[in-house]
């Protein structure tokens, strides 16, 4: 069983170390901002991590995998991630200020981790075929013990990668010059238009 949970977290790392919406997020109000809103929006996706780790180990993340449910979800997180990416460009062309609110920037950015992962259609698919990834490394049957297991096994991952991540970020918006914060929000703009582009492209295979 400790192999199998060691897996669990090593399958976590990978999946929330992946450069996606979440880190380009956190990228982006923790250079802003600092450490705490970069960790808050790490700690808001868990929100959605844990939810669809919940649902595809119990098996529902299969009768979500619909046109009905997708599409909406899909629609919302194409919306969502361009919002962003737009609020990240105009950052690139104008550095904004640290917030003067600490409370209410660190609860913007939980609300945007959460939002951003909760809305997040791939999660359906991820999770779905957890099965056979369980299956991967020697558990065809996983019963209630296993399913605990590598649930906490993942989101331990997940909890300590949000330190991790956000004491990078922290680091190097301290390290970097203001040349660098503005390319990083560039990037960061880039990705996320890219990420809605290519979740709207999924409208298509639903329709």
């Not at 956190?26 to 790490?42: E, I, K, N, S, W």
């Not at 550095?95 to 939002?115: K, L, T, V």
């Amino acid at each position: 069983m400790l192999s199998f949970f060691l897996a669990a977290v090593l399958l976590g790392f990978i999946f929330n170390a992946a450069p996606g919406a979440v880190f380009s997020e956190t990228l982006r109000r923790g250079l802003r901002d600092g450490y705490r809103p970069a960790l808050m929006v790490q700690i808001g996706s868990l929100v959605g991590d844990a939810t669809w780790a919940a649902l595809g180990l119990t098996g529902l993340a299969l009768l979500l995998d619909s046109a009905m449910v997708r599409y909406p979800l899909t629609i919302a997180s194409a919306l969502y991630l361009a919002w962003l990416g737009v609020q990240s460009l105009r950052d690139a062309r104008r550095p904004p200020q640290p917030s003067p609110d600490d409370g209410g920037a660190s609860g913007g950015a939980f609300a945007s981790g959460a939002a951003l992962s909760l809305t997040n259609p791939q999660n359906i698919v991820y999770w779905a075929a957890m099965g056979g990834a369980m299956a991967a490394i020697g558990v065809a049957e996983p019963t209630p013990t296993h399913l605990a297991v590598f649930f906490a096994g993942f989101m331990l991952s997940s909890l300590l990668w949000c330190f991790i991540c956000a004491g990078l970020v922290d680091w190097f918006r301290r390290a970097a010059s203001s040349l660098w914060h503005r390319l990083t929000y560039l990037a960061c703009g880039l990705c996320l238009l890219g990420l809605s582009g290519m979740t709207a492209a999924e409208l298509l295979k639903l329709a």
